[in-house]
């Protein structure tokens, strides 16, 4: 949770309004029992996002995001080898221990909801600069081109 760091600890601000539409959001697409379920998978997802994604498409991300969204995603520093998109899976799986399956799921719920604040040519931008196999994760079909 984001504190006023100058106030009391009871006066803590909640989210804002716009994060959380989008963590119920992402509880209704990943049907997740608990909000704070949903907000584990928010929180893995974008920082690993933040970890593959540069440049103006992760600044144009980040401003359609929700505030709380943004900074997840951009307090990552992102790596120099990009991760493939199932790479980009096994990695967030292996950091939190959980199974690929769990961790697919979690990816693909917290993607549709971000193809959702993006926009489609948003999307195909972030496509592009990405390695291959992060279509099917933003519920998009992985087109290769003509040999």
Known sequence: MITDVHG?????QPYSAAYE???????????????ERA??????????????LAGDERVDLAARLPLEAARTLTTQVPDTQPLTGW???????????????????????????????AGPDLITRILHQLPSGYALLFGQAELNPAA
Do not use: C, I, N
Not at 39 to 52: D, H, N, P, Y
Not at 87 to 107: C, E, P, Q
């Open 8 to 12: 009391p600890l009871e006066h803590q």
């Open 21 to 35: 539409q989008m963590l119920e959001k992402v509880r209704y697409e990943g049907a997740y029992p608990t909000r």
């Open 39 to 52: 907000e584990e998978a928010v929180r893995l997802v974008l920082s690993g996002l933040g970890r593959q």
């Open 87 to 117: 790479a980009f899976v096994k990695d967030l799986a292996t950091r939190t221990g959980a199974s690929l399956a769990t961790t697919r799921w979690d990816t693909g719920s917290v993607f549709s909801t971000v193809v959702a604040y």
